[in-house]
C-alpha cells in the first residue's frame, strides 16, 4: 500500500493563482481532511469528508474548496492565493467515526509559498 | 470542541537522559489521545494512543505515555533519549461529540545534544 500521497511536494504561487493539491489514499478509508501547519499553532483543520461526495468545513476554511467524487481522492483548491496561505499542507485519512476513534494517517505534505 | 495544550515549545535534552513532554486537555465525558511524531521534513506519524484498557500505553521505540482522567493529561515520557528522536511531537484528542474530529496542540520541539 502506498497509504496516502500528496502532489506536489512544493509549490510556488504568485498572490491572486489558484492552484489545487492534490491527496489520494488506497487504504479504502472513507474519512479524509485537509490540515494546514504553521509555526506554533499545530495543526488546523481545513475541510474534511466523511465519505464521496459529502464534505464540510473545518476550522480554517475559507480561501480553499474540497470535493470528494471518488473514495480515493480528495483535492484541495485555493481559488486566489493569497500570503497568508503560505504554510504546509497536510491530508490524511482515517477509518470513520467509531472504527478508527479518530486515528488519522498522514500524507507526507506539501509545502507552499504565495509570493 | 477540545482544546489541547502542550506545555513546553522546545525540549532541550542530552543523550541518555530522560525526557517529558506535557499535554493536557479540556475536560470530556469520554476521549481518546494520541501522540504523533515528526522528523524534519517528513508527516505526521502515529507514535501511541489511548482508546481504552490500561491507562499506560507503549510505543514500539520506548515512548509511553499515562492517561490521566482526574488531571486530564496525557503526558509522553522516554526514560533515555537517542540523538534520532530529534523531532516535533504533538498531542492530539478526539471525542464523539466532535464526531472523532482530531483537535492538536501546538507542538513540542524535541532537540537531543550528545
Known amino acids: ?12 504561487l504568485k498572490t491572486g493563482q489558484s492552484m489545487t493539491l492534490q491527496c489520494a489514499q488506497d487504504m479504502n478509508h472513507e474519512y479524509m481532511s485537509w490540515y494546514r501547519q504553521d509555526p506554533g499553532m499545530g495543526l488546523r483543520l481545513i475541510h474534511y469528508s466523511v465519505g464521496a461526495g459529502i464534505t ?30 503560505t504554510s504546509v ?22 509545502r507552499l509559498t504565495v509570493l | 470542541a477540545q482544546s489541547v495544550t502542550q506545555l513546553d515549545s522546545q525540549v532541550p535534552v542530552f543523550e541518555e537522559a530522560p525526557v517529558e513532554l506535557r499535554c493536557n486537555y479540556s475536560s ?21 494512543k489511548y482508546l481504552s484498557g490500561s491507562t499506560l500505553v507503549e510505543s514500539i521505540n520506548g515512548f509511553e505515555a499515562e492517561f490521566n482522567k482526574s488531571q486530564t493529561s496525557f503526558h509522553l515520557r522516554k526514560p533515555s533519549v537517542h ?12 471525542e464523539r461529540a466532535s464526531d472523532y474530529k482530531l483537535s492538536f496542540g501546538a507542538g513540542t520541539t524535541v532537540t537531543v545534544r550528545a
Open chain 1, 1 to 12: 500500500n502506498a497509504g496516502v500521497t500528496q502532489t506536489p511536494k512544493f509549490q510556488v
Open chain 1, 56 to 85: 464540510d468545513q473545518g476550522e480554517v476554511p475559507n480561501g480553499y474548496n474540497v470535493s470528494r467524487s471518488t473514495t480515493e481522492d480528495f483535492p484541495l483548491r485555493l481559488l486566489s492565493a493569497a500570503p497568508s496561505q
Open chain 1, 89 to 110: 499542507y497536510f491530508c490524511a485519512s482515517s477509518y470513520s467515526g467509531a472504527g478508527g476513534y479518530g486515528e488519522q494517517f498522514f500524507g507526507p505534505g506539501t
Open chain 2, 28 to 48: 470530556s465525558v469520554s476521549v481518546y489521545l494520541f501522540w504523533y511524531v515528526q522528523y524534519p521534513n517528513q508527516g505526521l506519524q502515529l507514535l501511541l
Open chain 2, 83 to 94: 540523538i534520532s528522536d530529534t523531532a516535533e511531537y504533538f498531542c492530539a484528542v478526539s
